[in-house]
T-cell receptor, first 113, second 114 residues
Framework: QKEVEQDPGPLSVPEGAIVSLNCTYS??????FMWYRQYSRKGPELLMY????GNKEDGRFTAQVDKSSKYISLFIRDSQPSDSATYLC?????????????FGTGTQLKVEL | SAVISQKPSRDICQRGTSLTIQCQVD?????MFWYRQQPGQSLTLIAT?????????ESGFVIDKFPISRPNLTFSTLTVSNLSPEDSSIYLC???????????FGPGTRLTVT
């Protein structure tokens, strides 16, 4: 079993829709939770990060963490064609050796006009 | 955040040769990381490179195959040695500047081994 599970999609939605992207994980020690956006042939871009459980909002994006269920979500409101990308969840335990990220496989999102 | 560049952006190499990938950051950072991204798979951490010390490799990755240099706080190289088609992948460097839980990635190097 992978430490982090993420549905690879592809997920196709119409412009303006609310998008829900999710990951589950098995390691209860994870403390930091991140979402990255990766456009084709580009490096991952950090979108949002949260520490422990709770919600965090940034513009059209909301990240949720439910540690009791080992489940994290990213919501995108009023989705735009420019949101079409692969979304990667990542999580970590911060140790003396640094912030080693464990990634999901990514969900490919396409927002259609 | 940090601005990270990688060279080369892509390369095609023959089996048995080596490729050295450079990673340059626009600010001094303590920790740099090297990842591999294979098609349909998660980004996988290869090693952590701290300036002034030996790189720390993850399970399944060894120094003989992936030697890393970290000569200063803004630069690192990853060499992929004795290439085989299975090494065809995207290689990415990342850094954690300031707040240690944030990590920023370079654009990646796309390697194809023939």
């Amino acid at each position: 079993q992978k430490e982090v599970e993420q549905d690879p999609g592809p997920l196709s939605v119409p412009e303006g829709a609310i998008v829900s992207l999710n990951c589950t994980y098995s390691n209860s020690a994870f403390q930091y939770f991140m979402w990255y956006r990766q456009y084709s042939r580009k490096g991952p871009e950090l979108l949002m990060y949260t520490y422990s459980s709770g919600n965090k909002e940034d513009g059209r994006f909301t990240a949720q963490v439910d540690k009791s269920s080992k489940y994290i979500s990213l919501f995108i409101r009023d989705s735009q064609p420019s949101d079409s990308a692969t979304y990667l969840c990542a999580m970590s335990v911060l140790t003396g050796g640094g912030n080693k990220l464990t990634f999901g496989t990514g969900t490919q999102l396409k927002v259609e006009l | 955040s940090a601005v990270i560049s990688q060279k080369p952006s892509r390369d095609i190499c023959q089996r048995g040769t080596s490729l050295t990938i450079q990673c340059q950051v626009d600010s001094q950072v303590t920790m740099m990381f090297w990842y591999r991204q294979q098609p349909g798979q998660s980004l996988t951490l290869i090693a952590t490179a701290n300036q002034g010390s030996e790189a720390t490799y993850e399970s399944g990755f060894v120094i003989d195959k992936f030697p890393i240099s970290r000569p200063n706080l803004t630069f690192s190289t990853l060499t992929v040695s004795n290439l085989s088609p299975e090494d065809s992948s995207i290689y990415l460097c990342s850094v954690s500047p300031g707040r240690r839980y944030e990590q920023y990635f370079g654009p990646g190097t796309r390697l194809t081994v023939t």
